[in-house]
């Protein structure tokens, strides 16, 4: 019986500590040259696999950086999701398919379902999910959210060009309407943590090939990321 506020914290902590490991046993998920194996097989275009890889760089930046603050995010992960989020993107160029969805389902299908849950929330965050939570999902949703075809822009400038490009029609604009609120929370809650703010994204030299920022003045890694 569980007593005190106190205990009932502890008890939830360590509960969630049992499920994060049990998780990382269970894990299965696919390293670097895997993902790019995947991309081809799934003939991935070109400029969606440096869109990706560009995502991607920014997602384990971003990790490493909270995991320097105490979070426990996993970066290969956030690695791997980062590169298939758009796997099933080219079948969406002509029709309307929900690609985060139909990519999910195939990462399932390959035996990834850590990386295809991630992959599914990379457009829309579950409305389940509390909005003060930072884990994979997020970071990914966001590292997308802060990228234009192979470049890192400003929150402002990716809804721009989401809304130009996909809000086409009344309910997706309802959507992106709606939607704006969480990513700018998001946002928020990630730079409350870093002594850096939403603008440095920008400033970064990423080194797409090997998913890792460079620090232009030192030419070391910041990524502390290796596939």
């Avoid at 019986?1 to 106190?6: D, H, K, S, V, W």
């Avoid at 721009?160 to 809650?189: P, Q």
């Amino acid at each position: 019986m569980l007593e005190t506020e106190m205990e009932k914290l502890e008890y939830f902590a360590n509960f969630c500590h049992r499920i994060h490991m049990n998780r990382n046993r269970r894990a299965n998920i696919p390293d670097q040259a895997t993902c790019l194996d995947v991309m081809a097989r799934y003939e991935m275009p070109a400029h969606v696999v440096r869109h990706s890889q560009t995502v991607t760089t920014v997602a384990l930046y971003l990790a490493r950086r909270l995991n320097q603050v105490g979070f426990k995010l996993a970066p290969d992960l956030v690695r791997a999701a980062g590169l298939l989020h758009d796997i099933t993107k080219r079948h969406s160029f002509d029709r309307p398919l929900d690609h985060a969805l139909t990519g999910a389902k195939l990462l399932r299908k390959l035996g990834y379902p850590e990386v295809a849950e991630v992959v599914r929330q990379h457009v829309r965050l579950s409305a389940s999910r509390p909005a003060d939570l930072l884990a994979e999902p997020e970071i990914v949703n966001y590292s997308d959210k802060r990228v234009v075809n192979d470049k890192v822009v400003s929150l402002d400038d990716r809804i721009a060009y989401i809304k130009e490009r996909y809000a086409t029609t009344a309910e997706a604009g309802k959507w992106l309407e709606r939607a704006m609120s969480r990513f700018y929370g998001l946002e928020k809650r990630i730079f409350s943590l870093l002594p850096e703010g939403p603008d440095h994204l920008i400033r970064l030299e990423l080194d797409l090939d090997r998913l890792e920022v460079v620090d232009a003045g030192s030419a070391r890694s910041e990524s502390g990321v290796r596939a």
